[in-house]
């Protein structure tokens, strides 16, 4: 018979696939609730992603988004950083190679008289500038990055709870009436 293994039973194959069917059911099941601690981590390692399997999705996005913001802001610096870099080593050669040309050779020389160059100063600053724009893109980065796992712990922890509390006013002949309403059920 064609579709069935040797050696196997009729009733042996229909219970078989009965039992993998029932085995993916209960997989199933326990792969649609996440976890706190797991939603932490999934959100800790990519933002967004314990929201996404809490069912949070907008709040997915919002946490994807900043830290994609974070890492471009990262990758810009980082960029800047370089061309700061660059520029600041091109100004101090010229500024040697003018200094070496003047007869001036002694290197605590050269490096004193850098210092005082307008230009080298003002790229050596720019660089300090960027690698301190580096450092604070760097630690928004990872602030974003452990608030999404931490509000994903939170989410999920809070994913059943009940209706919130809601307190209604209205302002009724001379007083004002105020009703609670909590859910039952």
Same mark, same amino acid.
């Given at each position: 018979m064609?579709?069935?293994?040797?050696?196997q039973e009729g009733g042996a194959a229909a219970a078989d696939t009965t039992q993998v069917a029932d085995s993916l059911a209960v997989l199933d099941a326990v792969a649609g609730g996440i976890s706190p601690s797991g939603a932490f981590l999934r959100g800790s390692l990519i933002p967004g992603w314990g929201h996404a399997a809490s069912g949070s999705l907008t709040r997915g996005a919002f946490y994807f988004g900043a830290e994609s913001l974070?890492? /471009?802001?990262?990758?810009? =610096? &980082?960029?800047?950083?370089?061309?700061?870099?660059?520029?600041?080593?091109? /100004?101090?050669?010229?500024? =040697? &190679?003018?200094?070496?040309?003047?007869g001036v050779t002694d290197p605590m020389e050269i490096e004193t008289l850098l210092g005082e160059n307008e230009q080298v100063a003002r790229f050596r600053g720019l660089v300090d500038a960027r690698e301190e724009q580096r450092e604070d893109w760097f630690a928004v980065a990872i602030f974003t990055l452990l608030l999404s796992g931490v509000d994903a712990f939170v989410s999920t922890h809070l994913q059943d709870f009940p209706e919130p509390l809601t307190i209604e006013g209205n302002p009724v002949g001379g007083g004002f009436e105020v009703a609670v309403r909590i859910p039952v059920g």
């Open positions: 064609p579709g069935r293994l040797v050696g974070a890492g /471009w802001m990262l990758y810009k =610096t &980082a960029r800047r950083l370089g061309v700061a870099r660059e520029q600041a080593r091109v /100004w101090e050669e010229r500024v =040697t &190679a003018q200094l070496m040309v003047d």
